[in-house]
């Protein structure tokens, strides 16, 4: 089980910091990922990063803003946002993937289908 929390309403330039904790059997996971879904949009990959934390990733919109990190204690995932813009509303939500390979292609990590199981999202709402 997944559970998103950190969304709010911020003004451009702001920060805020996503969390999300994942419950239940979390030795099978091998990578965690941040998507995004703006009102009829798809859902848009955000970064990821793989369970041991060494590794992470960013989508272009995520580039130089926002930092994924993870706190293995807690089985926890963080998304640090920063110099946030209006185009950055969204609902964020927390992904795991339990195959080995997901987070090894590009393609296949920013592919919402290629994780197993998703959190219920949290709202960003970006003010100009």
């Known amino acids: ?6 969304g709010g309403l911020v003004q451009a330039g702001g920060s805020l910091r996503l969390s999300c904790a994942a419950s239940g059997r979390s030795s099978s996971i091998y990578g965690m990922a941040w998507f995004r879904q703006a009102p009829g949009k798809e859902r848009e ?6 369970w041991g934390g060494r590794n992470t990733y960013y989508g272009d919109s995520a580039k130089g803003r926002f930092t994924i990190s993870r706190e293995n204690d807690k089985n926890a995932m963080y998304l640090q946002m920063n110099s946030l813009k209006p185009e950055d509303t969204a609902v964020y939500f927390c992904a795991v993937t339990v195959s080995t390979s997901t987070l090894l292609s590009s393609r296949a990590r ?13 709202q960003v709402t970006v003010s100009s």
């Not at 920013?110 to 949290?122: E, H, K, L």
Request: overall charge neutral.
């Open 1 to 6: 089980q997944l559970q998103a929390s950190g």
């Open 45 to 50: 990959f955000v970064s990821a990063i793989s």
């Open 110 to 122: 920013s592919t919402p289908r290629s994780y197993d199981y998703w959190g219920q999202g949290t």
